[in-house]
């Protein structure tokens, strides 16, 4: 039988070690999330006009957990008749996931998605996009992290041209698709928004950003301006351990940005 004094050591003994357990991160409940725009393939500067062993390579070094891939061709013909994502997914050993936005150069182009753990739903949402203009769409999939969670990721490219009505148009079907829900999601792509524009603005109203300062992402071989992005919402159930963009100038025009996650 213990005595009072020898149960009160014990205790004591406990303290620190439950202190120190509770400052660790869950690492089931990590998620390493990368963005990366790859001009469908074709590098700047690169030894290979056209490398997809680089583009491998550069999102393989980042150990990404989820993947937005933006500007991504399916067997058109000036990416060679290639299924992009699905020849990154092989490269990377993820599952890959494309969701059309248009059909173009006889094949078709869109998002991407690459994930290292399984789907359990998906849906492509298209986004509204005026006479004119070019079609945009939001790729969804929902999967379950170690820790027993189910996350929604989300991966979109807005419209680029200089009039920023259609992407503040899109903008607000992201919110209307997405910001009404509790499930914890990220959403991540080129936004082709700074900052300060009214797009991010309507964004910001409803998402937290994994950034604290706007890091420069584009272009890739000196950036100037910051148009990629990775979101989250709820902000109370996510943690950002860490967020950078990756000095990759080579790969793609765009430079590749990873944020690290933990859902609280």
Do not use: C
């Amino acid at each position: 039988m213990q005595t009072p004094y020898i149960r009160l050591l014990f205790l004591l003994w406990l303290q620190p070690v439950f202190l120190i357990a509770q400052g660790h991160e869950n690492a089931t409940a990590v998620v390493r999330v990368l963005t990366y725009n790859i001009y469908h393939g074709e590098t700047v500067g690169a030894a290979k006009p056209f490398d997809l062993d680089l583009l491998a390579k550069v999102i393989s070094d980042t150990q990404p957990d989820l993947v937005a891939l933006q500007e991504v061709d399916f067997k058109t013909n000036r990416s060679r008749n290639y299924d992009l994502v699905t020849e990154l997914g092989l490269r990377t050993k993820m599952a890959p996931l494309f969701g059309k936005a248009m059909d173009f150069d006889g094949g078709a182009y869109g998002e991407g998605l690459l994930s290292k753990y399984t789907f359990l739903r998906t849906e492509n949402h298209s986004l509204p996009a005026r006479p004119g203009k070019e079609p945009r769409a939001a790729l969804e999939a929902q999967m379950v992290l170690k820790s027993g969670d189910t996350i929604r990721f989300v991966g979109t490219h807005l419209d680029h041209t200089e009039d920023e009505t259609d992407r503040w148009l899109q903008a607000s079907e992201l919110n209307a698709l997405f910001a009404g829900s509790d499930l914890p999601t990220i959403l991540a792509g080129d936004l082709n928004a700074k900052p300060d524009s009214r797009t991010m603005q309507s964004l910001f109203e409803l998402w937290s950003s994994a950034f604290t300062d706007h890091v420069p992402t584009y272009p890739a071989s000196d950036p100037e301006i910051t148009i990629d992005y990775i979101l989250f919402r709820p902000a109370h159930r996510w943690r950002v351990l860490e967020s950078k963009v990756i000095d990759e100038p080579l790969a793609s025009d765009h430079r590749p940005v990873l944020s690290v996650l933990e859902l609280r």
